[in-house]
């Protein structure tokens, strides 16, 4: 037996795990591993308690006393829960999430023991890191970096261990993680919308930005997936004929969730639950085996920090039940990818969704506002957005239709499209008559109406406006969202910093203030209109037109990333303070790897594959046609054999043929591999990976999909699609 046949068969024998969840409701379970604020004022004293809360609200500095008794409290609680180890956990710039844990025990002089955790092991780590991405900043003989806390993002017990959110920093004070740029960000967009909102109502103190991901993975079994080199090496499949049947019939979508995967998802979800993530909503994807997983909305960071502890949470509880999460952005060809939409909008202290049409025409010109500002940061920032998203696996998937094209545009929908229209043609840069001004609010008073049961759905935008939130769509699945809301949340925050300064202008120069943000709002709509889009995105139009009117379309990483660099990007992070021009640079190096890195690892797996796996099976096969030949040659008369061996010897030459193509191809891959690997610096190096190696997997890949088809399937060594899609 095949390694095939032997996962076949173990899959055929399983008895699935199921789960049933201890407790009687939700609320009995909810956040029970999360150091919440009701916890802290049950274990903190009043005085440290307050600390730790205007340190979470308003970014207040916890001074080392404090720290101290926060310490004292939490390591109370954890160990209270029975947990022996704690550690700093944080995003260093490789996409996973990374720990390193510490006992809380330390020998004493008299050969006893205690627990021990204060303040400075709260507050700081020196992790040695030297071999997490840097980019350069870091040389491995400065290998120190170190981790500090996070308040704003609450401490957890995964296992025995209790975890706590940090940022993680060089010595030299450069960040080397997603985490301190977003929290930068985020200050950033909350000064500036909070001097926004102060234009329409003095009572706000504070703006929060909320994101809401939607999760999506397939799922395989583990046999299966064990069975798969390419799987395993390069999170894809490299090769694999189409199956007869796919998604064609859109049986899978929305339909009823198998008890096996039903299981797998009460269990991830009850433990995601106690860690306080407000997963919701589950459902089937489009394509076979692929599934969906939302929260509730929350503020930005959580929002973000929740995301990489479900990836984790996921693979980790799909492994006891046998089964192999990929979070690949498109893991099979043929068949629609995964992507991760980010819900996203911004929210007052007061409690208002600035991006939700309000009561009165006062509230709708914030919303109106805050809507409009938003288009011009995309418009002004869409390479640097485009960038954001971008990974190895994302190129796959972006503008195959299937999931929003490369080309950044956003939709709004017919309603707001008219009231901005109407914007544009009614307010005049001298004073507007009253009647003009009247009839403005009054229609501006009519949006929430109109909204309310007519939020258009475009699914082929990749930055859509969906009623009280954008979501932008082109975020692929394996990401970490921090990417995307770094550049979202800095480019809004830059350009309601413009804005304000605007409006400000012409008040100081005797406008009256609603005339004001008339005046300039309808100068942004104006100048940012070509982003706007409310056609097809999938349609040939589209891009034909997107190039006419000077949008841009980059299809590949190694194009996309140059953006990181680009005058625009420096001035809008260098400016604003959220990365440095070193910072940028380096991000932009660690890209660049990830992509060669990336592109080496398939190509080298499907060489393998290939040479070792494929063609000692094509050529076993051939060697039975031909011996078959060669016996009805022996027996049949020569017109009879010349008549009927025909198609055994043509599959034979078939055969011989993408055998021979296959070694060719694998040579001059290589070949190509060796010469790009010389090259002089990255960025040689990577335009020879994506023009001389890349193309190949595709080549290669084409060969062995023939010969799929003619080979006896008894013997063919690995998983097809059909099986990998549909055995669960
Ligand atoms: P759909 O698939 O139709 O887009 P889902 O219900 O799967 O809808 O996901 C919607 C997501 O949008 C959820 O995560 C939800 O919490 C989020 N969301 C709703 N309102 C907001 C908001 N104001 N800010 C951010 N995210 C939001
Ligand atoms: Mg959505």
């Not at 400016?575 to 190509?603: G, P």
């Amino acid at each position: 037996m095949n390694f095939r046949q032997q996962a076949i068969t173990e899959i055929s024998k399983r008895t699935f795990s199921k789960f049933d969840i201890p407790e009687k409701k939700t609320s009995d379970y909810f956040a029970s591993e999360v150091f919440t604020r009701k916890k802290m004022q049950e274990y903190l004293s009043k005085e440290a308690y307050e600390n730790i809360i205007s340190a979470i609200d308003y970014g207040k500095k916890i001074n080392r006393r404090i720290s101290n008794q926060i310490a004292l409290g939490m390591k109370a609680w954890a160990l209270e829960k029975g947990v022996t180890h704690y550690t700093h956990w944080f995003h260093p710039l490789n996409g996973a999430t990374a720990e390193k844990h510490d006992s809380f025990f330390e020998p004493t002089n008299d050969g006893g023991a205690i627990e021990r955790f204060d303040g400075d092991m709260l507050i700081q780590q020196e992790p040695d890191a030297s071999s997490f991405p840097n980019g350069g900043i870091r040389n491995t003989f400065e290998a120190r970096g170190y981790t500090a806390w996070d308040p704003s993002s609450p401490a957890f017990i995964m296992g025995k261990t209790l975890c706590i959110p940090t940022i993680f920093i060089s010595y030299t004070g450069e960040a080397l993680d997603y985490k301190t740029p977003l929290l930068k960000a985020l200050n950033l967009l909350d000064t500036e919308a909070t001097k926004t909102c102060n234009l329409f109502d003095k009572n706000v103190t504070k703006v929060i930005s909320t994101l809401g991901w939607e999760q999506e993975y397939f799922l395989i079994d583990k046999a299966l997936y064990l069975s798969r080199p390419d799987l395993v090496l390069a999170g894809r499949t490299l090769m694999g004929h189409a199956s007869a049947k796919d998604q064609q019939l859109e049986d899978h979508y929305f339909g009823s969730i198998p008890d096996r995967v039903a299981n797998f998802m009460r269990e991830f979800e009850y433990e995601a639950l106690k860690l306080g993530i407000p997963v919701k909503t589950r459902h089937n994807e489009v394509a076979p085996n692929q599934y969906e997983c939302a929260p509730v909305f929350e503020e930005t960071n959580l929002a973000v920090d929740h995301n990489q502890l479900i990836m984790e949470l996921i693979s980790k509880i799909a492994n006891k039940h046998n089964l192999k999460a990929l979070f690949h952005e498109k893991p099979f060809a043929g068949i629609n990818g995964s992507g991760k939409h980010n819900n996203w909008s911004l929210m007052t202290n007061t409690g208002v969704n600035l991006l939700k049409p309000g009561k009165n025409p006062k509230s709708n010109l914030q919303f109106l506002t805050f809507l409009v500002n938003t288009i011009k940061a995309v418009y002004d920032n869409a390479d640097i957005l485009r960038a954001s998203i971008v990974s190895p696996g994302n190129e796959y998937r972006l503008g195959a239709s299937e999931a929003p094209p490369s080309i950044i545009s956003v939709f709004l929908g017919k309603h707001l499209t008219d009231v901005l229209n109407d914007i544009e043609k009614k307010v005049t840069d001298t004073k507007m008559t009253p009647e003009t001004k009247t009839e403005l609010k009054l229609n501006i008073g009519k949006i929430p109406e109109i909204l309310l049961d007519n939020t258009d759905r475009n699914r082929t935008s990749p930055f859509a406006f969906t009623g009280n939130r954008f979501e932008f769509r082109a975020v692929g699945s394996s990401a970490n969202c921090a990417a995307p809301m770094i550049t979202l949340n800095t480019a809004v925050a830059n350009q309601l910093k413009i804005f304000n300064n605007k409006v400000n202008e012409l008040i100081s120069k005797g406008i009256k203030k609603d005339e004001a943000i008339f005046n300039i709002l309808k100068e942004i709509i104006i100048e940012s209109k070509k982003i706007r889009f409310e056609g097809n995105g999938y349609g040939q139009e589209w891009i034909n037109k997107a190039r006419k009117i000077g949008l841009s379309n980059i299809k590949e990483m190694p194009d996309a990333i140059k953006a990181y660099i680009s005058k625009e990007s420096i001035k809008l992070f260098v400016d604003n303070k959220i990365f440095t021009k070193r910072e940028l640079e380096a991000r932009y190096e660690i890209r660049q790897e990830i992509y060669i890195k990336k592109i080496q690892i398939e190509s080298r797996t499907l060489g393998d594959l290939a040479i070792n796996h494929i063609i000692p099976i094509a050529l076993k096969y051939q060697n039975l046609l031909v011996n078959n030949v060669q016996g009805l040659k022996n027996i049949l008369s020569d017109t009879e054999f010349q008549e009927t061996a025909i198609s055994q010897i043509e599959s034979i030459k078939k055969i011989s043929k993408h055998i021979h193509e296959i070694r060719i191809l694998v040579k001059e891959m290589v070949d190509n591999r060796k010469v790009a690997n010389s090259s002089k610096n990255l960025s040689d190096k990577i335009e020879k990976y994506k023009n001389n190696v890349k193309p190949y997997l595709e080549k290669i890949r084409y060969n062995i999909d023939k010969l799929e088809l003619i080979v006896d399937n008894e013997i063919w060594p690995l998983p097809k699609y059909r099986e990998l899609l549909f055995l669960l």
